[in-house]
């Protein structure tokens, strides 16, 4: 999943509010606490962002509706960062100066000293408690740090496999070989040993760094002992 797409996820979210107003009853902390739940004792903006990256199917630190939880895992799993902010990047805001985690969001873009993100459970007039999902724009002097998930390995088909594989073995039967093999490399070709295939630059080509199987190397076993009277 890449931070476009986890973008996307968020940015669909824009306009959702919870409902009625000021309860925090909202579908992420049905989703989140597996229930239908309401009051002050169930703010949302980070289980916003825990259901975003459960929807891309992407493992948060920890599963936590603490905006500081967030960091400090972050931080243990070498995954937190404290500067040059970045689209994908959780950041997390102090607003008050404090030094307490007051609010997060999903970077979208970094402009200069601020950042745009979108935010579940925010609102004009209530930074941190304003029930909507929005995108919101803020200086990055209000972030104390942030949460960068680790990009994924991008997953390899077969298909893609194969051409790789192929692409690798014609680099491999270009005829290159070390100067330490030479003489028996000429042993073997005089021996009738081993045989080229086809030709690289008008020489006969003998792949000499290619990959053997096993078939080939009980040709060759085979053809030394013909060599010696053994077959």
């Not at 200086?139 to 893609?160: D, F, H, L, M, Q």
Request: one cysteine or more; glycine letters at 10%.
């Amino acid at each position: 999943m890449t931070v476009k797409e986890i973008i996307a996820i968020a940015s669909k979210e824009i306009g959702v509010k919870e409902s009625p107003a000021n309860s925090n009853k909202v579908k992420y902390n049905t989703w989140y606490y597996g229930r239908e739940v309401s009051g002050a004792a169930y703010p949302w903006c980070m289980v916003f962002v825990q259901w975003v990256f459960a929807q891309a199917g992407m493992a948060v630190p920890v599963k936590t509706a603490s905006c500081s939880a967030l960091l400090s895992a972050a931080k243990s799993k070498g995954e937190a960062v404290y500067s040059g902010y970045q689209p994908g990047d959780v950041v997390i805001y102090d607003f008050g100066n404090d030094g307490k985690a007051d609010h997060c969001g999903i970077v979208e873009s970094v402009s200069g000293s601020t950042v745009t993100s979108i935010e579940g459970n925010t609102g004009i007039g209530n930074d941190s408690n304003g029930g909507e999902v929005m995108r919101r724009t803020r200086n990055v002097s209000t972030i104390i740090g942030a949460w960068r998930p680790k990009k994924e390995a991008k997953k390899v088909t077969y298909e893609e496999w194969k051409a790789f594989m192929q692409k690798y073995r014609q680099e491999l039967q270009d005829n290159d070989s070390s100067e330490y093999s030479k003489q028996a490399r000429e042993w073997a070709i005089n021996a009738g040993i081993i045989s080229g295939g086809g030709t690289v630059n008008g020489l006969p080509n003998y792949m000499w760094a290619d990959l053997s199987t096993r078939e080939q190397l009980v040709t060759l076993l085979y053809r030394f002992a013909q060599s010696i009277g053994k077959a």
